[in-house]
């Protein structure tokens, strides 16, 4: 189980930028701080709720992933929040196995209007 690249908690300004954007979606009905680093996001209608854990990682691995997902059960969301920052495909395939999506910012700002399976498998569109 391979780890990843410099794994290490978010800046607080950080986190509280995503929950700003993320304040903004027009499916978002509120935004609270449950640590700094897990987000609960109240959705409205039909969408669940998101409660997502925010790590800096250069690159996000499998190792990393399963200690995530081990230590916090109640997360149905990992995000790797930085524009330069990635996952593996391996890290990615396991979060999904348990029931996670596992995204990047741009992944995340896209799918929080989806729910479900679609959520889960979000992949944006690609680029002209």
């Known amino acids: 189980?391979?780890?990843?690249?410099?794994?290490?908690?978010p800046l607080p300004q950080g986190v509280f930028q995503i929950?700003?954007?993320?304040?903004?979606?027009p499916t978002v009905n509120r935004v609270e701080f449950i640590d700094d680093q897990i987000l609960?996001?109240?959705r409205k209608k039909l969408h669940n709720d998101l409660i997502?854990?925010?790590v800096d990682a250069y690159v996000l691995g499998e190792g990393d992933?399963?200690?995530?997902?081990?230590?916090?059960?109640?997360?149905?969301?990992?995000?790797?929040?930085?524009?330069?920052n990635q996952y593996t495909s391996k890290a990615?395939?396991?979060?999904?196995?348990?029931?996670?999506a596992l995204f990047t910012y741009n992944?995340?700002?896209?799918?929080?209007?989806?729910n479900?399976?679609?959520?889960?498998?979000y992949i944006p569109p690609e680029k002209d």
């Open 1 to 9: 189980m391979e780890y990843g690249e410099r794994v290490i908690k």
């Open 19 to 25: 929950a700003e954007r993320l304040q903004t979606k």
């Open 40 to 42: 609960k996001v109240s």
């Open 52 to 54: 997502i854990y925010i």
């Open 65 to 84: 992933t399963f200690e995530i997902i081990r230590d916090n059960p109640d997360i149905n969301t990992i995000l790797v929040p930085s524009l330069w």
């Open 92 to 100: 990615k395939q396991l979060a999904k196995e348990h029931g996670i």
């Open 107 to 114: 992944e995340l700002m896209g799918a929080v209007f989806y």
């Open 116 to 121: 479900g399976k679609k959520y889960l498998d």
